[in-house]
């Protein structure tokens, strides 16, 4: 049947490999009345033809070759004829992505009713070698995309109107979902599963009922995080993955339930790490609008976390590289005021004094914003030096290392911003806490002890330029 090729479980075979090297016996299926005479008429004719005597043949009747595919796909289990039918299929679709019309249209040659393409498709993802199971999930995507009943069954809030969507679509696109994010879980091929299904998946997202039926698969916005995440920080990324997870991800922001849980699983730090490490402008450009759209939406309150994240200089940096691109460069224009706008709400007083009360630090930009300590230093003076107490409190009882570096900082600066800040802090004993920290074993607790300690002993004409450097 072969050529002493075989595919097996990670063996890499191509679409083009399997045309060269496989010899599928049409007449044996035929003889076993697998496939009519018709069919193996119909194949012997299109295969091992030159693409132009293809492309002739389908512009006569594509659509009763296609039906002669998925007949064979329907009918024939031996593993090498579906692989080759896939490959046919697969090279067809690749030359002309919209002759995936044709699986939807009748034959003038066939008299049977037309075979269900979605689930022939469906059950070859089951199958247990990679190239059936990718070469179907690739098929079903374009198929699925070239149904002629798409959009016009939507109603307005972008939810499929489930009266008039038939259910073999609504079937097979829900089963088709399950089984992507089932490959995001747990791949079956662990080098090509997770491409192929986000490929899939971007493609599909396009449409508006389509967002709304990955949203209510258990778990599914979730897993794009993840997935930004660790491909954005690895040695040498995969930068077409992580282009259309970006995709995957913009598109989901136009569906607010959506939004709403990307939001709270982690997504915006994903994104601003692959809006910074991104050397393809494609990959950072929807990396940078999939933000923008999140940051928009009020509801979602994600400007705070954005602004931790550092998406700040980032878009700095990226402005810098925009070239004509009006739709980025509003993107990032939009960002900028917002974000700037978000650092003056992360600067306030009212927040620096929830979070020393909260008894943890952490390196929000308040602690190292030089306006924010030129504005508010005053207002430690409130209650009797209410904060400023507490602060030393934790300096003396906390055993979080961030917090004890975190507020060693602020005591140094408090030192240099308020002008009798040595004096106030030497009174609260506040220099014998912070010259004990100087021995603690985290050497970032050392660090910013020593440089508390220098403000707290060099004289005042010396504190400006410490608290620069």
Not at 120 to 138: G, M
């Amino acid at each position: 049947m072969s050529r002493n090729v075989r595919y097996e479980e990670g063996t890499e075979l191509s679409t083009d490999q399997i045309l060269k090297t496989h010899e599928v016996p049409w007449e044996s299926f035929t003889s076993l009345r697998l496939i009519s005479d018709r069919d193996a008429q119909l194949i012997r004719k299109y295969d091992k033809r030159k693409r132009d005597t293809q492309a002739e043949l389908l512009e006569q009747n594509g659509p009763a070759y296609c039906q002669a595919f998925l007949n064979v796909l329907r009918n024939v289990t031996k593993e090498e004829a579906v692989q080759y039918v896939l490959a046919l299929i697969d090279d067809l679709l690749s030359v002309d992505p919209a002759r995936a019309q044709l699986f939807h249209q009748e034959s003038d040659i066939h008299l049977a009713t037309l075979p269900d393409p979605y689930s022939i498709f469906l059950r070859l993802l089951n199958k247990t070698d990679w190239f059936t199971q990718a070469k179907a999930a690739k098929a079903l995507t374009a198929i699925l995309e070239a149904r002629p009943d798409k959009e016009p069954f939507v109603l307005a809030d972008g939810a499929p109107n489930e009266a008039l969507v038939s259910q073999g679509v609504d079937h097979a696109m829900k089963t088709f979902i399950e089984w992507l994010c089932s490959q995001l879980r747990r791949p079956f091929n662990p080098t090509h599963s997770v491409p192929a299904a986000i490929h899939c998946l971007c493609r599909l997202l396009r449409e508006r009922s389509v967002r709304v039926l990955f949203q209510r698969v258990s778990g599914s916005v979730q897993l794009l995080a993840p997935l930004l995440r660790s491909n954005a920080s690895a040695t040498a990324p995969n930068q077409q993955l992580l282009y259309e997870a970006g995709m995957c991800v913009w598109q989901l922001t136009f569906y607010e339930p959506a939004a709403q849980a990307m939001g709270s699983s982690g997504v915006v730090q994903g994104l601003v790490d692959m809006a910074r490490s991104a050397t393809k402008e494609k990959v950072w450009r929807v990396a940078m609008l999939a933000l923008r759209n999140l940051l928009t939406d009020d509801k979602l309150e994600l400007g705070p976390e954005m602004v931790e994240a550092g998406l700040p200089k980032v878009v700095q940096q990226r402005k810098t590289q925009l070239k004509d691109d009006e739709e980025l460069g509003g993107a990032l224009d939009s960002l900028d005021v917002s974000l700037k706008e978000n650092i003056q709400m992360l600067s306030s007083f009212e927040k620096y004094k929830k979070e020393v009360l909260g008894d943890s630090l952490d390196w929000t930009p308040m602690h190292t914003s030089q306006q924010f300590w030129k504005e508010n230093v005053e207002k430690f003076e409130e209650k009797d030096f209410q904060i400023l107490r507490v602060l030393l409190k934790l300096l003396e009882a906390s055993r979080e290392t961030r917090t004890l570096a975190v507020g060693c900082h602020d005591l140094g600066m408090f030192i240099t911003s308020h002008p009798h800040g040595r004096s106030i802090v030497t009174e609260f004993r506040g220099k014998e806490l912070v010259m004990r920290l100087m021995m603690h074993p985290e050497p970032e607790v050392q660090k910013q002890a020593l440089l508390c300690v220098q403000k707290i002993m060099l004289a005042k004409d010396k504190l400006e330029y410490l608290n620069t450097n």
